[in-house]
């Protein structure tokens, strides 16, 4: 059981990868760019986006936070809680302080700044995308980085 359980978190937590820090790579490098002209529709298409995304965000993060929590203790490398004693621990250290600055950033720009209902706002429509491409490049190049110190954990 131990190793269907093991196999199922590997699998769940993966697809949470894919969904949430796939998403923002999509937005980053395909949707925005199409979108490059700034206008009404170009804006409410991007908020409609964001809107429609959001469950399968917190649907990912619970998901993270639940297999990850499994996997980590699991892991033949956790030594115990606080104890960074191998390269593995640190790894895990830099990328869970790399997944709380995203879940930060997403905190400020989603619902302090509000970059996705301020797309839609007739006011100052270029200012809006610009604000939500950086948020989106922001994730989208930490959840680079979390993906790369997952792979050097896993070798580790």
Not at 4 to 26: P, R
Not at 46 to 58: D, F, G, H, P, T
Not at 104 to 117: D, M
Request: charged share 10%; aromatic share 14%; proline share 3%.
């Amino acid at each position: 059981m131990s190793q269907f359980l093991t196999g199922l978190c590997y699998w769940l937590h993966s697809l949470a990868t894919v969904v949430f820090i796939g998403h923002h790579f999509l937005l980053s490098w395909i949707y925005l760019p199409v979108m490059a002209t700034p206008d009404l529709a170009a804006g409410a298409i991007l908020s409609k986006i964001s809107e429609r995304s959001r469950v399968w965000m917190y649907a990912s993060l619970l998901t993270f936070i639940i297999t990850g929590i499994y996997l980590t203790v699991a892991d033949t490398n956790y030594l115990r809680l606080g104890n960074f004693g191998n390269i593995w621990g640190v790894l895990m250290l830099a990328k869970h302080i790399l997944v709380v600055g995203m879940i930060v950033i997403g905190f400020w720009f989603n619902a302090i700044l509000r970059v996705g209902p301020l797309m839609t706002s007739k006011t100052n429509p270029t200012a809006a995308i610009a604000r939500f491409r950086l948020y989106s490049n922001l994730m989208a190049f930490i959840g680079l980085l979390v993906l790369l110190l997952t792979a050097f954990a896993q070798v580790a």
